[in-house]
């Protein structure tokens, strides 16, 4: 089974991602052949600023590799290493009819939060199309905000196979329906666009104090609290052993816990949780040549791939 995920390199990752995203995918690695890429031509319809660009790619395969994605394992690179994907676009724009692209949320979300209107940010499902078609992958890990996208990818797959003989595997999205919505430090979605953030890798003064900041209902120390109605305990328990979190929902619900006290207990957890992974990432850090050289590897193999399936489709639309 191929499986293929990407994300934008687009700001720091934070425990919404970690938790929605990065750990889900990466236990996947162990269940067939993987493909993730940083996706930075997408990022590209948002980002105007070449230096963030470039240090969003690394740290955000840093974080990756900091946090358990094995390159030996995982085929990991960067989308742009990959230019065979610009061309397939452009073999699939020309058979996927307005409508379907029309009809697409994201672009009217990301104009509403005051993206600009571009061709690109328009055509961004064809390109991710693109990406999964390439790859010849069958499923596709997402979150329930890119559903849509994977239902156009297939239709497009279908549309061009019909058309020119089976040259694409329909893939099928992989919806982690089990993995709740992280909640931010002001109980809404965790997300960068809101500034309700914890980081993954921030100093840890700072992330002390994103954790202290939690917002909370006005209950006394002494009150019983409901641990399923707090955003400390649900960050808590994505940490903890079960027997950890039966033990901290039983302290919420047998009062005399304050809010502080629980939220020092996550930063604890927390922190037992990064320890490993923060030394791994400066490790990983004082080679300044080793993400290159990972993606460098990952673009070679990704690109052996993808330049059997761009041949297949270039024959069959009849540029060869
Ligand atoms: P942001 O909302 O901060 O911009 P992205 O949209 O770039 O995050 O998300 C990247 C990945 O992380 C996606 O797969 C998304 O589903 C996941 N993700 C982001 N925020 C959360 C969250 N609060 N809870 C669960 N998953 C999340
Ligand atoms: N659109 C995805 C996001 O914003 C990132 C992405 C680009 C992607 N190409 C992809 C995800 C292909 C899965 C497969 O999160």
Redesign the pocket.
């Known amino acids: 089974m191929t499986i ?5 390199p687009s700001g720091k990752l934070h425990l919404g991602n970690y938790f929605g995203a990065m750990r889900p995918m990466i236990s996947l690695q162990e269940q067939g052949e993987e493909f993730f890429f940083i ?1 930075d031509y ?1 990022a590209l319809t948002t980002v105007r600023d070449p230096q963030f660009l470039r240090e969003s790619v690394r740290d955000v395969a840093l974080d990756f590799l900091a946090c358990g994605l094995d390159p030996s394992r995982t085929v990991f690179y960067r989308q742009s290493d990959v230019p065979e994907v610009q061309e397939l676009a452009w073999l699939l724009s020309v058979i996927t009819p307005m409508g379907l692209i029309e009809r697409c949320h994201s672009y009217k979300d990301k104009l509403a939060h005051g993206k600009p209107a571009t061709h690109g940010l328009f055509t961004y499902p064809v390109l ?1 199309a693109a ?2 078609l390439l790859m010849q992958a069958e499923k ?1 890990p ?2 329930k905000d ?1 559903k849509q ?1 994977l239902e156009v990818t297939r239709d497009i797959a279908i549309k061009f196979n019909n058309a020119y003989g089976e040259i694409f595997k329909i893939p099928d999205a992989l919806i982690a329906e089990n993995v709740a919505v992280i909640l931010g430090t002001d109980g809404q979605k965790m997300s960068k666009s809101y500034g309700n953030t914890i980081g993954l890798f921030d100093d840890l003064k700072r992330i002390r104090k994103q954790i202290m900041g939690i917002k909370t209902d006005c209950a006394a120390v002494e009150d019983p609290k409901d641990p399923d109605a707090s955003s400390i305990y649900g960050l808590y328990k994505l940490f903890a052993t079960p027997e950890e979190a039966a033990a901290m929902a039983a302290r919420f619900r047998a009062g005399g816990m304050g809010y502080g006290e629980a939220k020092k207990a996550l930063f604890e957890i927390y922190e037992r949780t990064f320890a490993p992974f923060r030394e791994k990432r400066a490790a990983l850090e004082k080679d300044p040549d080793y993400v290159a050289d990972v993606l460098k590897d990952g673009a070679r193999r990704a690109r052996e791939r993808a330049s059997d399936t761009l041949h297949r489709a270039r024959a069959a639309v009849g540029l060869e």
Do not use: F
């Open positions: 293929l995920t990407g994300i934008q996706a997408h991710m990406d999964i596709v997402v979150g890119q996208h």
